[in-house]
């Protein structure tokens, strides 16, 4: 038999079988989105114009945020990036040329910020209460069917 013309079969079919099979490759991403994704950012400028729909041609912002504002970015773009307002909530977009990444002091003052002082902790887990007597008519049953009223004679006694 001549095994050199099943040589290169077999090296290909080798090469075929090693390509497809799987791995535990963790994704690639690119570094800076990864680092920028859902991270706090600041408004890096004196004022910067803050849309909420985004950003159109011959229309003026809806509000214009000052330099170290707070935002949280939520879609990173090259032009404009989607951003949260940290201190209202309020999305909208802003140029990603006027944010850069929040320092970590400026974090730890925005997390002390976000942290209630009056809140304990509490040590029970959390039990859903009903009030049971209400007069909601959602949880009152349906009033029973009443008898007809013409109901036959009752029966002689005997």
Excluded at 136 to 153: G, K
């Amino acid at each position: 038999m001549n095994y050199s013309r099943l040589l290169p079969a077999a090296a290909l079919l080798a090469i075929f079988i090693t390509g497809c099979s799987s791995t535990n490759k963790p994704a690639v991403t690119t570094a800076t989105t990864a680092k920028r994704d859902g991270k706090l950012f600041v408004v890096s400028v004196e004022s910067a114009p803050f849309f909420r729909h985004g950003p159109q041609t011959g229309v003026d912002p809806d509000k214009t945020l000052s330099k170290e504002t707070v935002v949280k970015l939520i879609r990173p773009s090259f032009g404009y990036s989607k951003v949260e307002l940290v201190a209202t909530g309020e999305q909208g977009y802003v140029s990603s040329e006027e944010i850069r990444p929040a320092s970590s002091a400026l974090l730890a003052s925005v997390s002390a910020l976000k942290a209630d002082p009056l809140a304990t902790p509490s040590t029970q887990p959390s039990v859903e209460q009903f009030n049971l007597n209400s007069s909601d008519p959602r949880l009152v049953p349906p009033p029973e069917d009443l008898p007809p009223a013409e109901l036959p004679a009752p029966a002689p006694e005997q």
